[in-house]
């Protein structure tokens, strides 16, 4: 018999709730055009983005803790995403990067 820990299991239901989240916001800051947005999330996650965008640091090794932050919920998207011309930040570049994982594995195992 397998005990699951409700406190457990509940803490990851709330954390794929706020994942959830911010990517809707995300999706709704790349699509929304209004510089006027009233939706509260709009604006914090549009400055997330354009700060990704013109950071320094991202291009090296250790980027910094926002664009790290944007990158995972990036690949969190990727994963699930079924779109070949997706416009959400990273998505494309994050699905090739794991195609050729997955080739790799592939080949590893066919040895």
């Known amino acids: 018999m397998v005990i ?4 457990t299991e509940t803490s990851r239901r709330e954390r794929r709730d706020a994942i959830e989240g911010c990517l809707d916001n995300l999706r709704h800051a790349v699509h929304c055009h209004d510089n006027g947005c009233t939706l ?15 950071c320094r ?9 926002i664009c ?12 699930k995403c079924p779109s070949a011309r997706c416009n959400m930040p990273f ?3 994050i699905k090739r990067k794991l195609e050729a994982q997955e080739s790799r594995h ?5 040895e």
């Open 106 to 110: 592939l080949n590893v195992n066919v």
């Open 40 to 54: 509260p999330r709009c604006s914090k996650m549009k400055r997330v983005v354009s700060h990704t965008r013109q």
């Open 68 to 79: 790290k932050q944007l990158v995972a919920l990036c690949c969190y998207h990727a994963k």
């Open 91 to 93: 998505c494309r570049q």
């Open 57 to 65: 640091q991202s291009k090296r090794e250790n980027p910094c803790a």
């Open 4 to 7: 699951i820990d409700m406190h």
